[in-house]
T-cell receptor, first 108, second 117 residues
Framework: AQRVTQPEKLLSVFKGAPVELKCNYSYSGSPELFWYVQYSRQRLQLLLRHISRESIKGFTADLNKGETSFHLKKPFAQEEDSAMYYCALENQGGKLIFGQGTELSVKP | GAVVSQHPSWVICKSGTSVKIECRSLDFQATTMFWYRQFPKQSLMLMATSNEGSKATYEQGVEKDKFLINHASLTLSTLTVTSAHPEDSSFYIC?????????????FGPGTRLTVT
């Protein structure tokens, strides 16, 4: 089965605290994994993808095939990071399979 | 950057009527467009994949006769909800993949809020 699981619906942290948004996947092939972000009243946009191994807005994510995880991390959260975050897997058919999403709330 | 627009941004219609939603890629050509449905505070569920010049492929459980998709050009795909009912009320989002896009790069529209009364 092809599935993406984000176990936390809501994650609330204080500004400056580290953040980790969890993502686990189930996929028989070699996965292409992404993190998308949706700020309030804005469209979904790509945050980062595992293949490029980049850091965007201080966020990083490492693909761990052994644990089938692709957790999103940031060492020091900012208030402007508050948003919905979706982990997604692209299958061989080119379709994106989204996780349920995690709402990140960064308090001042 | 690549921009995808949707029209209308919101629509209210009466039960039994049909509604058409447009998805346009404004500054690039899109060979493939996707249609998603999103319920409040929930994830995006892929409804169908639309390829320019060919029939759309629908995900399991999506009624193709109810959700008609047309991808007549490289910059336009339309979703028509036929004989709409209140349970069709939702947020519909399209995305587009550019012809020469990096693997997996999809650009999302702002969404269309459909309310069926």
């Amino acid at each position: 089965a092809q599935r993406v699981t984000q176990p936390e619906k809501l994650l609330s942290v204080f500004k400056g605290a580290p953040v980790e948004l969890k993502c686990n996947y189930s996929y028989s092939g070699s996965p292409e994994l992404f993190w998308y972000v949706q700020y309030s009243r804005q469209r979904l946009q790509l945050l980062l993808r595992h293949i490029s191994r980049e850091s965007i807005k201080g966020f990083t994510a490492d693909l761990n095939k052994g644990e089938t995880s692709f957790h999103l991390k940031k060492p020091f959260a900012q208030e402007e990071d508050s948003a919905m975050y979706y982990c997604a897997l692209e299958n061989q058919g080119g379709k994106l399979i989204f996780g349920q999403g995690t709402e990140l709330s960064v308090k001042p | 950057g690549a921009v995808v627009s949707q029209h209308p941004s919101w629509v209210i219609c009466k039960s039994g009527t049909s509604v058409k939603i447009e998805c346009r890629s404004l500054d690039f050509q899109a060979t493939t467009m996707f249609w998603y449905r999103q319920f409040p505070k929930q994830s995006l569920m892929l409804m169908a994949t639309s390829n320019e010049g060919s029939k759309a492929t629908y995900e399991q459980g999506v009624e193709k006769d109810k959700f008609l998709i047309n991808h007549a050009s490289l910059t336009l795909s339309t979703l028509t909800v036929t004989s709409a009912h209140p349970e069709d009320s939702s947020f519909y989002i399209c995305s587009a993949r550019a012809q020469a896009a990096d693997f997996g790069e999809q650009y999302f529209g702002p969404g269309t809020r459909l309310t069926v009364t």
